[in-house]
């Protein structure tokens, strides 16, 4: 190999690696702001601001809580019910007014297909399936996505324990899509949700 060839895939290298330790301390200080939310939060130093609808026609209702304080919206949680069977929440998390990260959990539930005899009555068994999504952002750029999936039965003891799971980084693709719907709700904060309402 040439010497040019070796100082290139040298460079590279070097750039990959330092790319690393940028993200990782972008991380670092994203799971700081998130603590500094989360112990405001926990010591009731924000205000709360909640606000949402519920469709008269369809069994969908959407619920928003907004903590803030005079310097700006720290916090945003979302969260959506279909019918009895499905769900969603979400938590935007902001620092001076910009978005930095984003955790979801989605789950639906439904019969698991297996009958046990309890109290000498037929019971049928349920089935949760959950994921949760983590969403690092550094501006409008998306830094890392994580993913995990779970699941658990009525019938079972040993149900897996969510924090004990491991997230794997999958590919990032839905940065825009959250910009955008954060962007909705924190316009809703002052608008609201005409009554009726369903979108």
Request: include cysteine.
């Amino acid at each position: 190999m040439r010497p040019f060839s070796f100082l290139l895939v040298y460079l590279l290298s070097l750039s990959s690696f330092l790319g690393q330790g940028e993200e990782k301390a972008k991380i670092q200080d994203i799971r700081q702001q998130y603590a500094k939310i989360e112990s405001l939060i926990q010591a009731q130093a924000l205000q709360q601001k909640k606000q949402g609808f519920a469709c008269d026609l369809e069994p969908y209702s959407a619920t928003v809580i907004y903590h803030y304080d005079s310097t700006g919206i720290y916090r945003v949680d979302y969260s959506e019910a279909v019918g009895d069977h499905g769900g969603k929440s979400e938590k935007y998390y902001l620092w001076e007014g910009e978005l930095f990260f984003m955790y979801r959990e989605a789950g639906t539930w439904g019969f698991d297909g297996e009958v046990s005899m309890i109290e000498g009555e037929a019971v049928q068994g349920t089935v949760d399936h959950i994921e949760e999504e983590r969403f690092y952002f550094d501006g409008k750029k998306l830094l890392r996505c994580l993913h995990k999936a779970y699941s658990f039965y009525s019938r079972k003891d040993d149900n897996p324990d969510p924090a004990t799971l491991p997230n794997k980084q999958v590919d990032c693709y839905q940065g825009e899509e959250i910009q955008a719907f954060l962007t909705e709700l924190l316009g809703r904060m002052q608008q609201g949700y005409p009554d009726p309402y369903c979108p």
